[in-house]
């Protein structure tokens, strides 16, 4: 059973940055492929960014150039860096793993955090 912890949210006035962080509990980031998602209210979960086990990245086309996804295989932990945060990047953030090639459907993700609010100030 994979298992996910997402940290690292809070609440920070626009154009300032924030580090979430997924603590994952078995070899999840090096074998997986591994997403992050949002949900703000009232709207559908989206996808954010996601990294395969070989490394390859994708990004919506609303985070591109502002955020970076990362890991580090050896603390078994993934990463979202979040810069130049705007107002309606605020939302509870997801970290997601699923056996396979790269998707951005969030239905095609079987693990999932319980994630963490991340709010934008204006």
Known sequence: QVQLVES???LVQ???SLRLSCAASR??????TMGWFRQAPGKEREF?????WIGSTH???????RFTISRDIDKNT??????????????????AA??????????SYSYWGQGTQVTVSS
Do not use: H, W
């Open 98 to 107: 699923r056996s396979g090639a790269l998707a951005a459907t969030y239905t």
């Open 27 to 32: 070899r999840t980031i090096s074998d997986y």
């Open 59 to 65: 990004f919506a086309d609303s985070v591109k150039g």
């Open 14 to 16: 626009a154009g300032g």
């Open 78 to 95: 993934l990463y979202l860096q979040m810069n130049s945060l705007k107002p309606e990047d605020t939302a509870v953030y997801y970290c």
């Open 8 to 10: 690292g949210g809070g």
């Open 48 to 52: 954010v960014a996601a990294v395969t």
